[in-house]
């Protein structure tokens, strides 16, 4: 039987979890190896140099190099304060003078000899490393990295934005609507993760907003909608860094899909519960999805979800235009690559989607459910 090793998006209701957290530069570890931690818990932290600015001296104040440095006060190490007065020279008996002001608070880090140019260092900022998964740390690698273990229920949406965020789940509604409206969400949403099967208006995205909800899980959003809401055209398919109000998270595709069972009868059964959400997705090579994690799930009747070769009726997803966020069925699988619009050779499956349609699309199109 042919069969080919693809990415899965895992769906596992208690499964072990490892998490590795990794602070950018060495820092501290305020934890210790078999110590419990909670999501929230700040686990380690580092000192984040401050930016560096370069004054240019001679380029500022039009005076002659040699000038300028006959004239100059500074020294290397002094502290500095925003708009304070970093370079002055009076001509005519004081009746004229040029000055230059600090244009950040920080220290001297540096004066060039060769061109009078001031490198003002900014004041660091203290970088805290959260735990984002609950449970107990396995391992402390140098002063950097933190492995978190837990049981947990562990969930993976096909696409999302916003970064790590933390709140109990709350179902909307679990019935099939057509859209999710203002009306539908709650006025006590403060820190929740809202749940619903359908896709929104602009008016409940603003409603989810002001609520101060944490983050919206959904079945899928019009892309037109998706741009306004970040207030930008989404162009490189890594997401995770947006400044928003809430995480949101889709799991379906862009469009008017509905969140599939599967999913609704999960996040269900989980309502009420401590979560950890992260919009984070990486839609190319080293492919990264967004998720939804609850910690410290008993592993009675454990299911672990694996990634496994495709094989005739395994369940997928379509994850590239122009069927992205469509479910099916793989009913064949050639064994010869095909020619595809394109024009490359590639290998191909054949898929009988939940409306009945048959396409015939590469293996790299598809993830496993």
């Given at each position: 039987m042919s069969s080919s090793l693809v990415p899965s998006l895992i769906l596992a209701e208690k499964t072990e979890l490892v998490k590795l957290r990794e602070l950018p530069l060495k820092g501290k570890i305020l934890v210790q190896i078999g110590q419990q931690v909670i999501a929230d818990q700040i686990i380690a932290e580092a000192e984040m140099p401050g930016d560096l600015l370069v004054v240019k001296l001679v380029e500022q104040s039009g005076l002659d190099l040699d000038l300028v440095m006959r004239n100059l006060t500074l020294k290397e190490g002094e502290q500095v304060e925003k708009n304070q007065l970093i370079f002055q020279y009076k001509t005519f008996f004081g009746l004229f003078e040029t000055n230059v002001l600090a244009p950040i608070s920080g220290q001297i880090e540096f004066i060039s000899q060769h061109n009078a140019h001031v490198g003002i260092r900014g004041s660091s900022k203290k970088l805290k490393l959260q735990a984002y998964l609950a449970g107990t740390v396995k391992n402390i690698i140098g002063e950097q990295q933190v492995e978190i273990v837990s049981q947990a229920t562990f969930v993976q949406g096909i696409f999302g934005v916003g970064g790590e965020r933390f709140g109990e789940i709350k179902i909307l509604h679990p019935e099939m609507e057509l859209e999710l409206l203002a009306s539908d969400i709650p006025s006590d949403s403060k820190d929740k993760i809202l749940v619903s099967p359908n896709f929104p208006t602009w008016e409940a995205l603003e409603a989810v907003k002001q609520s101060g909800a944490a983050g919206l899980i959904l079945g899928s959003i019009d892309n037109q909608l998706l741009t306004k809401y970040l207030g930008y055209e989404l162009g490189?398919?890594?997401?995770?860094?947006?400044?928003?109000?809430?995480?949101?998270?889709?799991?379906?595709?862009?469009?008017?899909?509905?969140?599939?069972?599967?999913?609704?009868?999960?996040?269900?059964?989980?309502?009420?519960?401590?979560?950890?959400?992260?919009?984070?997705?990486?839609?190319?090579?080293?492919?990264?999805?967004?998720?939804?994690?609850?910690?410290?799930?008993?592993?009675?009747?454990?299911?672990?979800?694996?990634?496994?070769?495709?094989?005739?009726?395994?369940?997928?997803?379509?994850?590239?235009?122009?069927?992205?966020?469509?479910?099916?069925?793989?009913?064949?699988?050639?064994?010869?690559?095909?020619?595809?619009?394109?024009?490359?050779?590639?290998?191909?499956?054949?898929?009988?989607?939940?409306?009945?349609?048959?396409?015939?699309?590469?293996?790299?199109?598809?993830?496993?459910?």
């Open positions: 490189l398919p890594i997401t995770g860094g947006e400044v928003l109000p809430f995480t949101l998270i889709i799991t379906e595709g862009f469009g008017d899909l509905h969140m599939s069972d599967r999913y609704l009868e999960i996040l269900g059964r989980l309502e009420g519960s401590s979560t950890a959400i992260n919009g984070a997705t990486q839609i190319r090579a080293g492919a990264v999805r967004p998720e939804i994690i609850v910690a410290n799930t008993s592993l009675k009747n454990k299911r672990t979800a694996k990634i496994t070769g495709l094989e005739i009726g395994a369940e997928v997803k379509v994850i590239r235009y122009p069927y992205f966020g469509m479910n099916g069925k793989i009913i064949n699988l050639p064994v010869n690559p095909e020619l595809i619009e394109t024009g490359a050779m590639v290998r191909v499956a054949e898929l009988e989607l939940e409306d009945r349609r048959v396409i015939t699309v590469p293996r790299t199109n598809i993830e496993i459910i």
